[in-house]
């Protein structure tokens, strides 16, 4: 479900209405007058409440017990059965229809655009000892803790939670977010930004609007020109003590586990999970729905597929990342093959 402080809802809606905008039929013998009150992910969602599933393993079991009293689901199928009380609405495409629905209930979940006299907005609360650069800007319901320091031009979006003792750096831009105590923002870096998500057609491309959050728990480190996308229903997490070097990219639903360590320029796609203590070397490459297990360590420029899974507490490395003894193996056998092509191309 969207967090109020950051989006307003204009449901409820009746599921008659909510099929017309989906373009999908009404169920027969269902009650078109019924409220969906909410959208949510399949963990969260309650009665009232409109998910999606698009099929696919990563999700099954999710579909498998959720509690949303409706969801969008594929015309064609795949998607197995419904678990009780669930409403099932076949469409054609999930992600356009989805994407239909969402600018429904919230029209106005792009990008926060607000205005306001003063720099910093009347109905913002400030604690003590709080020291704001030039051009900071600071927007309506923002919270910001106790002896933080905010750098020049940085700009503080709408209803953004600030802890104590957190330090954010020249030309930040934060919003739709929770951050902790003692976190420091190098320069530059973007925070709560909407995650890259389109449905997609031979027509173009159709935005999905992003109703999720960013959530930063207490001693974490971001680096200059940083960007992590908030999550597309649910949370991007950044646990506790995390260290994330300059140009990282994390993005939707991703959730980083305490004191990860990410070297610069990796990139980590959507709905992934970085377990506590792993350790990415630059430039690593992570697919979406990957898992990466506690104190795992990627060596730099190796990368992982799409719904790929390694174990904790060991080296990896290569495309797609394998233990580093298999991958230093393969390397060798290679080179040996590429010698002795040499060696007989020269009789």
């Known amino acids: 479900m969207a967090d109020p402080r950051f989006y307003s809802n204009r449901g409820p809606f009746s599921l008659a209405e909510v099929c017309a905008r989906a373009g999908a039929a009404l169920p027969a013998g269902s009650d078109g007058s019924a409220r969906i009150e909410d959208l949510a992910g399949l963990e969260g969602a309650g009665p009232t409440h409109l998910s999606f599933f698009s099929g696919g393993r990563d999700m099954a079991d999710a579909f498998a017990h959720s509690g949303a009293g409706y969801c969008l689901v594929p015309q064609k199928g795949g998607h197995g059965a419904a678990p009780s009380g669930m409403l099932l609405l076949p469409v054609a495409s999930v992600p356009h229809a989805f994407a239909a629905i969402a600018s429904f209930f919230y029209p106005e979940a792009s990008q926060p655009i607000w205005a306001q006299d003063e720099s910093i907005s009347p109905s913002a609360r400030l604690g003590r000892n709080v020291l704001t650069g030039p051009g900071v800007v600071i927007g309506p319901s923002a919270e910001i803790g106790d002896r933080v320091r905010i750098g020049a031009n940085a700009v503080i979006g ?6 104590h003792d957190s330090e954010i750096g020249s030309n930040v831009v934060i919003t739709h977010a ?15 930004q909407p995650g890259f998500g389109f449905a997609s057609s031979a027509t173009g491309h159709v935005k999905i609007p992003q109703l999720g959050r960013v ?3 207490d001693g974490v480190e971001i680096g200059a020109a940083t960007t992590i996308d908030r999550g597309a229903l649910g949370d991007t997490v950044i646990g506790e003590g995390a260290k994330i070097d ?12 305490r004191h990860v360590v990410l070297v610069s320029q990796t990139g980590i796609a959507g709905s992934s999970v970085v377990s506590d203590f792993a350790v990415l070397g630059g430039q690593v490459g992570i697919a979406d729905h ?58």
């Open 178 to 192: 929770y951050v902790g105590d003692r976190v420091t923002v190098l320069p530059g870096a973007a925070i709560g």
């Open 158 to 163: 709408p209803g953004v939670a600030i802890g």
């Open 246 to 257: 300059n140009l990282v990219q994390i993005g939707h639903n991703v959730q980083i586990g």
């Open 290 to 347: 990957v898992q990466i297990g506690p104190g795992a360590r990627l060596a730099a420029r190796s990368a992982m597929v799409s719904g790929q899974k390694i174990e904790g507490g060991q080296d990896y490395g290569g495309v797609p990342a394998k233990p580093v003894r298999e991958w230093l193996r393969e390397i060798h056998a290679v080179s040996q093959l590429v010698r002795r092509r040499k060696r007989d191309d020269h009789g």
């Open 215 to 217: 959530v930063i728990q």
